[in-house]
């Protein structure tokens, strides 16, 4: 089976560094994707990890260990517009159609 | 080029009824795959297309059908709706070509059954 966790809330202050994370058991590994998604609005792609390590992007970076099955998603000098839920996937088969979701991080940022 | 779309973006239904969803790919995107949106399940997928083929399934009723046509563009469709299927529908097209392709969202379909 699957099963994929993170926290429900947090919260950070404007201008702080702040850190989601998520563990996952899944059957198959095909890579890790965090996606944002902004009330009433579609998610967008954030970043993939399939590799151990740190992927960079702006502010925004994410980590994974396979060997533990964790990952975070770092964002930086964070802004109030990064206030949305932040959702750690899975893609767990051989082709990019099939992902599974973890329930999602909502992240308030306070001025 | 474009994102993906998707009709109608808001929909009311009552109990028993059945309901089509349509979704249009990325321009050159081959895979569309449908996942389900609650408050309470979080993103839960529903199936995947490929070329018009089902590719992949997941945990859902058979009331819960989809195909996908020559041009790539999808449609969902629930008989017998249940006050549990209100949600957001969201569709999301990749190449399908590979696990590290990105899949793109449409901005979705609410649907709420009465």
């Known amino acids: 089976g699957q099963n994929i966790d993170q926290p429900t809330e947090m919260t950070a202050t404007e201008g702080a560094i702040v850190q989601i994370n998520c563990t996952y058991q899944?059957?198959?590994?095909?890579?890790l994707f965090w996606y944002q998604q902004h009330a009433g609005e579609a998610p967008t792609f954030l970043s993939y990890n399939v590799l151990d390590g740190l992927e960079e992007k702006g502010r925004f970076s994410s980590f994974l260990s396979r060997s533990k099955g964790y990952s975070y998603l770092l964002l930086k000098e964070l802004q109030m517009k990064d206030s949305a839920s932040y959702l750690c996937?899975?893609?767990?088969?051989?082709?990019?159609?099939?992902?599974?979701f973890g329930d999602g991080t909502t992240l308030t940022v306070k001025p | 080029k474009a994102g993906v779309t998707q009709t109608p973006r808001y929909l009311i239904k009552t109990r028993g009824q059945q309901v089509t969803l349509s979704c249009s790919p990325i321009s050159g995107h081959r895979s569309v795959s449908w996942y389900q949106q609650t408050p309470g399940q979080g993103l839960q997928f529903l199936f995947e297309?490929?070329?018009?083929?089902?590719?992949n399934k997941g945990n859902f009723p058979g009331r819960f059908s989809g195909r996908q046509f020559s041009n790539s563009r999808s449609e969902m469709n629930v008989s017998t709706l249940e006050l549990g299927d209100s949600a957001l529908y969201l569709c999301?097209?990749?190449?399908?070509?590979?696990?590290?392709?990105?899949?793109?969202f449409g901005p979705g379909t609410r649907l709420l059954v009465l």
């Open positions: 999301a097209s990749s190449s399908g070509t590979g696990p590290s392709e990105t899949q793109y």
């Open positions: 899944t059957s198959g590994f095909n890579g």
């Open positions: 297309y490929f070329s018009e083929t089902q590719r």
């Open positions: 996937a899975v893609r767990d088969s051989g082709n990019a159609g099939k992902s599974t």
